[in-house]
Nanobody, 115 residues
Framework: QVQLVESGGGLVQPGGSLRLSCAAS????????MGWYRQAPGKQRELVAS???????NYVDPVKGRFTISRDIFKNTVYLQMNSLKPEDTAVYYC?????????WGQGTQVTVSS
Protein backbone atom coordinates (compact mmCIF):
# COMPACT_ATOMS: atom_id res chain seq x y z
CA GLN A 1 0.00 0.00 0.00
CA VAL A 2 1.09 3.54 -0.77
CA GLN A 3 0.10 6.69 1.09
CA LEU A 4 0.62 10.23 -0.18
CA VAL A 5 0.51 13.08 2.33
CA GLU A 6 0.36 16.63 1.01
CA SER A 7 1.22 19.89 2.71
CA GLY A 8 2.13 23.47 1.91
CA GLY A 9 -1.10 25.00 0.67
CA GLY A 10 -2.39 28.31 1.91
CA LEU A 11 -3.53 31.82 1.12
CA VAL A 12 -1.21 34.16 -0.78
CA GLN A 13 -1.42 37.46 -2.61
CA PRO A 14 -1.06 37.58 -6.39
CA GLY A 15 2.61 37.38 -7.26
CA GLY A 16 3.41 35.39 -4.16
CA SER A 17 4.92 31.94 -3.82
CA LEU A 18 4.10 28.60 -2.24
CA ARG A 19 5.84 25.25 -2.13
CA LEU A 20 3.71 22.13 -2.03
CA SER A 21 5.10 18.86 -0.70
CA CYS A 22 3.93 15.31 -1.26
CA ALA A 23 5.54 12.65 0.91
CA ALA A 24 5.13 9.04 -0.13
CA SER A 25 5.17 6.15 2.29
CA UNK A 26 5.01 2.46 1.57
CA UNK A 27 6.83 0.33 -0.93
CA UNK A 28 9.69 1.70 -2.95
CA UNK A 29 9.13 1.81 -6.70
CA UNK A 30 11.92 2.29 -9.21
CA UNK A 31 9.65 3.12 -12.16
CA UNK A 32 6.92 5.70 -11.67
CA UNK A 33 5.29 8.93 -12.76
CA MET A 34 4.50 11.53 -10.12
CA GLY A 35 2.36 14.52 -10.92
CA TRP A 36 0.47 17.47 -9.55
CA TYR A 37 -3.14 18.06 -10.53
CA ARG A 38 -5.49 20.84 -9.57
CA GLN A 39 -9.24 21.28 -9.50
CA ALA A 40 -11.10 24.54 -9.09
CA PRO A 41 -14.79 24.67 -8.11
CA GLY A 42 -16.97 23.93 -11.12
CA LYS A 43 -14.01 22.87 -13.24
CA GLN A 44 -12.51 19.56 -14.25
CA ARG A 45 -9.32 18.30 -12.67
CA GLU A 46 -6.29 19.13 -14.78
CA LEU A 47 -2.68 18.08 -14.85
CA VAL A 48 -0.25 20.80 -13.80
CA ALA A 49 3.16 19.12 -13.86
CA SER A 50 4.68 15.66 -13.84
CA UNK A 51 8.02 13.98 -13.31
CA UNK A 52 9.07 10.47 -14.24
CA UNK A 53 11.57 8.25 -12.53
CA UNK A 54 13.66 8.64 -15.68
CA UNK A 55 13.91 12.39 -15.16
CA UNK A 56 11.39 13.65 -17.71
CA UNK A 57 9.57 16.80 -16.59
CA ASN A 58 6.36 18.13 -18.05
CA TYR A 59 4.42 21.36 -17.50
CA VAL A 60 1.18 22.64 -18.91
CA ASP A 61 1.40 25.96 -20.72
CA PRO A 62 -0.36 28.10 -18.05
CA VAL A 63 2.34 27.32 -15.46
CA LYS A 64 5.47 27.12 -17.59
CA GLY A 65 8.15 29.44 -16.29
CA ARG A 66 6.36 29.86 -12.95
CA PHE A 67 6.07 26.36 -11.45
CA THR A 68 8.84 23.83 -10.87
CA ILE A 69 8.38 20.17 -10.01
CA SER A 70 11.24 18.44 -8.23
CA ARG A 71 11.98 15.20 -6.42
CA ASP A 72 13.92 14.30 -3.32
CA ILE A 73 14.52 10.59 -3.68
CA PHE A 74 16.16 10.35 -0.26
CA LYS A 75 13.00 11.71 1.40
CA ASN A 76 10.54 10.02 -1.00
CA THR A 77 9.03 13.44 -1.58
CA VAL A 78 7.96 15.44 -4.60
CA TYR A 79 7.61 19.22 -4.52
CA LEU A 80 5.82 21.84 -6.54
CA GLN A 81 7.40 25.28 -6.25
CA MET A 82 4.86 27.87 -7.36
CA ASN A 83 6.04 31.40 -8.08
CA SER A 84 4.29 34.46 -9.48
CA LEU A 85 0.95 33.05 -8.45
CA LYS A 86 -2.18 34.30 -10.15
CA PRO A 87 -5.83 34.24 -9.03
CA GLU A 88 -6.55 31.63 -11.69
CA ASP A 89 -4.14 29.29 -9.91
CA THR A 90 -6.65 29.01 -7.06
CA ALA A 91 -7.64 25.36 -6.70
CA VAL A 92 -7.26 22.24 -4.65
CA TYR A 93 -3.96 20.67 -5.61
CA TYR A 94 -3.55 16.90 -5.61
CA CYS A 95 -0.42 14.79 -5.71
CA UNK A 96 -0.62 11.72 -7.93
CA UNK A 97 1.55 8.63 -8.25
CA UNK A 98 1.29 6.19 -11.14
CA UNK A 99 3.08 2.86 -10.93
CA UNK A 100 2.68 -0.48 -12.62
CA UNK A 101 0.48 -1.71 -9.80
CA UNK A 102 -1.93 1.18 -9.65
CA UNK A 103 -2.61 4.86 -9.12
CA UNK A 104 -2.61 6.79 -5.85
CA TRP A 105 -3.75 10.26 -4.81
CA GLY A 106 -2.93 12.62 -1.99
CA GLN A 107 -5.67 14.15 0.12
CA GLY A 108 -5.48 17.52 -1.58
CA THR A 109 -4.30 20.89 -0.34
CA GLN A 110 -6.04 24.22 -0.90
CA VAL A 111 -4.19 27.00 -2.69
CA THR A 112 -5.94 30.36 -2.70
CA VAL A 113 -4.53 33.39 -4.49
CA SER A 114 -6.40 36.53 -3.51
CA SER A 115 -6.87 39.52 -5.76
Amino acid sequence: QVQLVESGGGLVQPGGSLRLSCAASGRFFSVYVMGWYRQAPGKQRELVASATSGGTLNYVDPVKGRFTISRDIFKNTVYLQMNSLKPEDTAVYYCNLKIGGGEYWGQGTQVTVSS
